[in-house]
């Protein structure tokens, strides 16, 4: 089974990872890089698929304070 404090870890964890994430999408966005409106399309779709997980994420770390 998993303790609270490893739950609590690995979402602190996973919360990182998101972030890192969202930072590269988000200079690619911003960089130029994008080469076609489909690969834009699916880059702000990650966008708003991290920013869900990332919130639902805060809201266990919340409960288990």
Known sequence: LISIMDGVLLA??????????RNRITDMLTG????????????VGSLESLDY???ELRQLLEKAD
Request: hydrophobic share 30%; charged share 30%; net charge neutral.
């Open 12 to 21: 602190e964890h996973l919360l990182k990872i998101i972030q890192e994430r």
């Open 32 to 43: 130029g890089s994008v080469k076609s409106l489909e690969e834009y399309k699916q880059l």
């Open 53 to 55: 997980i990332g919130q």
